[in-house]
């Protein structure tokens, strides 16, 4: 596959190498010839942003800049966070509506989706924590700025 957009049910984002990823759907995976960071900017765009555009929410949100989660869309809560720093060919991103659970698994991380599918993931389990955090802030902030227009 060339072109691929995040949609509400896309769970993750696993880089192969700087040309591929495997996109990890509800009831799916498949490869797109794009990196990880691609797919990202390409759904900013697609709703109607910019992937520095959403960035800067996030900084302004939050007052986080490095490694920080994306709001890829709002009405449908679609909130992806980043493994390492997003420049890195190696950055996995995982779509924080979709994650059950996670652990430690020997130093790695081991990530449970709600549809029954499990990853281990090369991130320390306290990285990814914080990760999983920051993004849950961002959601918990978005939340809060959508009820005051309701």
Sequence with gaps: MKNYEINSSTIALIPINDYQTK???????????MNSMKI??????F????????????KRLIGISYKSP???EESRNIIYFPTTSPRLDDCAWFS????????DSNGKSLIYFENGEKIEIDISINSFDNQF?????????????K???E
């Design 40 to 45: 990202i900017e390409r759904s900013c765009e």
């Design 96 to 103: 924080l509506k979709h994650i059950l659970n996670y652990e």
């Design 47 to 58: 709703f109607g942003s910019s992937y520095i555009g959403r960035h800067e929410g996030t």
């Design 70 to 72: 994306i709001i890829i």
């Design 23 to 33: 996109v990890i759907e509800l009831s799916n995976s498949f490869i797109v010839d």
């Design 133 to 145: 955090l920051r993004a849950t802030k961002l959601e918990s902030i978005l939340r809060k700025q």
């Design 147 to 149: 009820q005051k227009f």
